[in-house]
Each structure stands twice: as C-alpha cells, then as structure tokens.
C-alpha cells in the first residue's frame, strides 16, 4: 500500500491527491499544517508528500517552495495540474432570512487558507465587505472551525467534500474570482511514481549565481535558448543568508534523460553556477472525467 502525506481531508490537495491516485492502494496521512506534510516523508512516515505549489491566481505559493528548496531534501516525482473550485461554506439555517434565503449581512468572518481567500477576493468584497477575514491552515481546516463554532456568524471558503464531511452547507458554490483557476501540486518522496502514462516530462532545477559575475544571468539563459529548450517557469526567491542574493527555480520541458539538458546544465555550471537538480519527473494535465 501507498502512503501519502496531504493536507486535511476535504481541502483540494486531498481532492488532488485522489485524482492522481485514483485505481491505486492508498493510505492517506492527514495533517493540518504543510511542514506536517513535508515532515511526514522526509522521516519515512509515508512514500509521498502532496505539495500545492502554484495557483493561477495568486502564483507561486512561497511558504512551500522555501520547504522545498530549504527543510528537506526530497525529490519531485510528479507534478499535475487541479481546478481549484472554491465555495462560500456554513450553516444556512443560521445565516438565512425568514425566507430561508443567504442573508450576506449575517456573516460577521469568513476563514479559509491564504491561498484559497486570495482566489476570491473580489467576491468578498462586492458579497460580503463587512465582513472579518482569517487565514487559517487550510481550507477544511476553516470548514471544521466554522462548524465547531455555531450561532457565531461565521462561514469558510472551501471545498464541497468539506462541507458534507462536517454537515455544513454550500451556501453559495464557486465563488473564485476567475473560471480558469487551476494549482499546480507536487508529488515528492524517494521512490520514483508509477503512474498514468505521459509523454510530456520536465525537469526542475534550483540554481545559484557566482557573484560579481556581470551578464551571469543572460549566459545562463543562453545555455538553453541556442539547445531550443523551453523553460516554463522561472522565478527567483532570497536566499535567506544576504541581502540581494537570490536563487532560481527554473523549469524545464525536457526530461534529464536526454542529450542536450545534461549539457545545458555543465555549461552553466562552468561559469559557476551552482545546480541542483529537484527532480525530473512526469507532468499531468487535467482532463475532466
């Protein structure tokens, strides 16, 4: 049996995790915060963490990729792409008028994980201005929160499982502020993911400048641009050990397993880049089932 690391039950990592492993003897860990998940297959708990690592809206998802690239040493096995479908979740029999119709005025919070309230911003602020916003863990998190607090004018921007898990209502379904609003999860861990077959592969990689080495950057991306490799992503983050240094996280649409990336990587390095390489691995569309 497979065991794989996730946020809680309910929230859209679990209803990533299910997706990408669905056929397949799985027991999922559930855990209320991301370093709980990291933690979980770094000291062997489980095979697999499932890590949320960009969204559509709101970008990269800086918490993580500092874990990623900093706490643990784990490499990425697989990556796919999830709609992120966020809904207005709490008791109606609480919230509503005489009529049994939402009454926006009778909310007084809503509770849902950074990345999920980011995603329905404008929502909230043409539905519901009034009201106190609170990040919590994740989105089932605030679900269950909500639920353990009755009578008290609260609702959570989550999942629909969620609601059913905790005996809440969807008061309102999808409330994000765009329709195309997709995350990009991870899948990391040690044992190498046998899954759906894909012909489409990448490969990620964390790199580091020599300093004081003027047009570094441009060399850099000259290695893959004359090779006709395509880079995806690319993003610089701190390092966290001087002002104005910085890593990057580069992307890339060829697999290890090739002639012409192995070489892009030595020509970067002999300038005195520092590579590590964070896993080549397959990479998932959606398809809707």
Known sequence: MIKVA?????????????????????????????????????????????????NTIDGSVSLHTDWLINEVNLPIQAEWVYPSIQN??????ELSGADGVLDYSRIVK????????????????????????????STSEAVRIVRDHPHSGWAAIGQISAAANNGLDVLEQGVTDHDNNFTRFLLIGEE??????????????HMTMPEDYPGALHQVLSAFAWRKINLSRIES??????????????????????????????????IGCQ???????PSYSYKKE
């Not at 602020?125 to 916003?133: G, T, V």
């Not at 190498?192 to 990689?205: E, L, Q, W």
């Not at 649409?253 to 892009?264: F, K, N, Q, Y």
């Open 6 to 54: 996730c946020l809680p039950q309910g929230s859209t990592s679990d209803e990533a995790a299910r997706y990408l492993f669905k056929g397949m003897d799985v027991d999922f860990s559930y855990h209320s915060i991301i370093a709980d998940v990291f933690l979980s297959t770094a000291e062997g708990r489980t095979n697999y963490s499932i890590i949320p690592i960009e």
């Open 88 to 93: 207005l979740i709490g008791p109606l029999s």
């Open 110 to 137: 809503v509770l849902s994980h950074p990345v999920a309230m980011a995603q329905c911003l404008q929502y909230l602020r043409k539905h519901i201005p009034h009201a106190e916003l609170e990040n919590v863990g």
């Open 192 to 205: 190498a993911f046998t899954g759906k077959p894909t012909d489409k592969c990448k490969t990620s990689i």
């Open 237 to 270: 983050r701190p390092t966290k050990k001087k002002l104005g240094n910085y890593y990057f996280l580069i992307d890339i649409e060829m697999s290890l397993d090739t002639i012409l990336l192995p070489s892009a990587l030595a020509e970067i390095e002999a």
């Open 275 to 281: 590579v590590r390489v964070l896993g080549s691995y």
